[in-house]
């Protein structure tokens, strides 16, 4: 059986990293069996990062390379019946979702001041005294320097916000007409785009990419019908 190993749940969300929802929705989708397993410590992966899956012995990191694991396992079972075309345009939207987009999320919650008691809460309280009061503060320093040489933060909080918009923006009008990115199917680029959106847009107390989110209906629309699609959900129950 599949180990898919990701970030417990926090912020009201039950799979709170997008990228172990996108290889879950994945796994259902393609019906295969697997264990969902939280666990707090990234470096337990091959590549200090979540997530990662143990396939019978054989261990993957990396969302992307994931899913070519998967697609190779099942026979072309989520990228064997796409066009070139499709194939093209749910790279670039996937990119943009994860390359771009999914930084401004992480800085909404990581590196605004009203947001960040959130994240120490929600990741740190746990932890032994005096590591909770010193972790928070060095894993927030290292979020800052990435988000820095990223390039988006190098920019304004107000331009941060239009380049938020803009990829939002592009989102709403590709999946406009739907129900999917690529038109009547339901595809793996789906999986990705709809995790990342579904992170933004349904963890709690909101944060500013949340607020932006929330200004393009149809984004919120596509992102529960690909929930609903796959059977994964990001939200916890209540």
Same mark, same amino acid.
Not at 19 to 38: N, R, Y
Not at 126 to 151: C, D, N
């Given at each position: &059986? ?35 397993? !939280? ?64 930084? &401004? ?11 960040? !008691? ?9 932890? !032994? ?110």
């Amino acid at each position: &059986m599949i180990k898919l190993y990701v970030i417990p749940p926090a912020f009201g969300l039950r799979n709170t990293g997008p990228f172990g929802l996108k290889c879950e929705m994945a796994l259902l989708h393609l019906k295969q069996e697997f264990e969902l397993i !939280p666990t707090g410590d990234p470096r337990t992966g091959p590549k200090h990062k979540l997530p990662y899956i143990d396939d019978d012995g054989t261990v993957i990191a990396d969302s992307e390379l994931i899913l070519q694991h998967l697609d190779a396992k099942t026979n072309g079972g989520l990228y064997g019946h796409l066009s070139d075309e499709e194939h093209a345009d749910g790279i670039a939207f996937t990119r943009l979702a994860e390359e771009h987009l999914y930084w &401004m999320m992480v800085a909404s919650r990581w590196l605004d001041d009203a947001w960040w !008691p959130h994240i120490v809460s929600g990741f740190f309280a746990s932890m !032994p005294f005096p590591v909770r009061h010193i972790a928070p503060v060095l894993a927030r320093r290292e979020v800052r320097k990435t988000y820095y040489l990223q390039g988006l933060g190098r920019h304004t909080l107000e331009e941060q916000k239009g380049f938020c918009r803009r990829d939002l923006d592009a989102i709403a009008r590709k999946v406009g007409d739907g129900p999917f990115l690529l038109g009547e199917k339901l595809t793996v680029f789906d999986f990705g785009i709809a995790a990342l959106l579904a992170g933004a847009i349904d963890h709690q107390p909101a944060s500013w990419v949340t607020d932006i989110a929330r200004e393009f209906p149809p984004v919120a629309d596509y992102t529960e019908r690909v929930q609903v699609a796959t059977g994964a959900h990001c939200r916890e129950a209540v």
